[in-house]
């Protein structure tokens, strides 16, 4: 509920660093990945989605193709984001987990400048590099506010 305690607790007591701000997401890496963890500015204390790193485009492909087999739609995607430049897509999985499939993340290190809001803009229709898709379904915007944190941790809301 306090994005800015959450951004110093993270920074300086597990020692991740920022590596670009966006209009609603701080992204944090721990090591050469270009980010490790995303902080989101709204949609209250959620679990947005867990990202699974494949090791290539194909894999990315193959799975996402395994999952539509098994009956889940694509969500959003395939794409391309701006920060971190990785390939994506995403799914809902059981209980209506958000999932996303990564990767191709950029590489970074000590000479990276972390960008700003003004370094991530997209043309008119757009929300990454490809533009295949215009934005995630209204299912897969919804589905992140079914993990909650509370003071005790987290809970699952049912999904409508």
Same mark, same amino acid.
Request: proline content about 8%.
């Given at each position: 509920s306090?994005? *800015? ?9 597990l020692?991740?660093?920022l590596s670009?701000?966006t209009r609603?997401?701080?992204f &944090?890496s721990?090591g050469?990945?270009?980010? =490790?963890v995303? &902080?989101?500015f709204?949609g #209250?204390t @959620? &679990?947005n989605h867990?990202?699974f790193e494949? !090791?290539d485009l194909?894999?990315i492909?193959r799975?996402? #193709?395994? &999952?539509r087999?098994?009956g +889940?739609p694509? *969500?959003? #995607? !395939?794409?391309r ?8 897509c995403?799914f809902l999985g !059981?209980?209506?987990?958000?999932i996303?499939?990564?990767? *191709?993340?950029?590489?970074?290190d000590t =000479?990276y400048r972390?960008?700003? !809001? ?5 043309p008119?229709?757009r929300?990454?590099?490809?533009g295949?898709?215009?934005?995630a379904? $209204? +299912?897969m915007?919804k589905?992140? $506010?079914n993990y909650?944190? @509370?003071e005790?941790?987290w +809970?699952l809301?049912e999904?409508?």
């Open positions: 306090d994005p *800015e305690a959450t951004f110093a607790g993270f920074r300086d007591a020692g991740f660093t670009d701000t609603k997401m701080r &944090l721990c050469r990945d270009h980010h =490790s995303v &902080l989101g709204g #209250g @959620t &679990l867990i990202a494949m !090791p194909d894999s492909m799975g996402a #193709g395994r &999952l087999d098994d +889940r694509i *969500e959003w #995607g !395939p794409g984001h701006g920060p971190g430049n990785n390939v994506f995403y !059981p209980e209506n987990a958000p996303e499939y990564t990767g *191709e993340m950029q590489q970074i =000479s972390a960008g700003t !809001p003004d370094d991530w803009k997209w008119p229709g929300v990454d590099h490809w295949i898709m215009p934005k379904t $209204e +299912r915007e589905a992140g $506010e909650r944190f @509370t005790d941790g +809970r809301d999904w409508v």
